[in-house]
């Protein structure tokens, strides 16, 4: 049975974030959220948590790895490789809605990497809740959407009004709860409905200039 936390106002109840950090010490996957939305998120050094986000994704290419989430720039440093210049970008973008595609080193967890396994994909959330639980738990989450881009082009959900947005399931713990049936072992998030919106990707995996994969609509003036 999936246990819902949902925190309520400015205050964050530590008790609740013990109790996200716990399940996913236990190797489960849980639910928690972004400034872009929800996410599934499971402890990135556990294969199964690789395995269990595929099976909850089940129509995410198979070629298209999870992302990374880290406490800071610091932690990302001990998965990623990342070069002067593109940690002073790094500096200035996160915590923030940005994915960062960085190189590898040795400390990169197995089933993370792109193409050809020379990168992966790094993200630094500025969400409260998010932060604290990355606090409690002391490693790094492979994480993805609760939903993906092509159900929500498919649906017209971007164009929909900011009102619609917010009635679907993907935008509250008991939404997202009743959709999963069951199969995270916690889902914690916020009172207020959080509408999906999508990350800006920015590779940084060359040394001479960042290249805009995705822009996702949020400010980019920290790469001028």
């Not at 269990?52 to 129509?59: D, Y």
């Not at 092509?150 to 008991?174: F, H, K, N, V």
């Not at 800006?200 to 400010?219: H, K, N």
């Amino acid at each position: 049975m999936t246990k819902i936390l949902v925190i309520q106002g400015r205050s964050i109840n530590q008790k609740s974030i013990d109790s996200a950090a716990q399940a996913l010490m236990n190797g489960e996957i849980i639910v928690l959220p972004t400034e872009t939305g929800y996410c599934f998120a499971g402890l990135a050094h556990r294969k199964a948590s690789h395995m269990k986000l595929w099976e909850l994704r089940s129509a995410h290419p198979k070629t298209k790895p999870f992302s990374l989430l880290c406490l800071n720039a610091k932690t990302a440093s001990e998965v990623s490789r990342i070069s002067t210049p593109a940690f002073r970008i790094l500096n200035k973008l996160l915590p923030g809605p940005f994915t960062l595609i960085l190189p590898v080193n040795r400390e990169t967890p197995n089933y993370s990497t792109g193409p050809h396994k020379s990168t992966i994909g790094i993200r630094v959330s500025a969400h409260p809740i998010a932060h604290k639980v990355l606090e409690a738990v002391n490693a790094v989450l492979v994480v993805t959407s609760v939903t993906d881009a092509d159900e929500l082009a498919e649906e017209g959900y971007t164009e929909e009004s900011y009102d619609s947005q917010l009635e679907r399931w993907w935008t509250t713990p008991e939404g997202i709860n009743a959709h999963t049936d069951g199969r995270v072992a916690l889902v914690i998030g916020q009172q207020e409905p959080l509408p999906i919106r999508h990350s800006t990707i920015i590779d940084l995996s060359a040394d001479d200039s960042p290249e805009v994969l995705r822009d996702g609509g949020w400010p980019l003036e920290s790469l001028s």
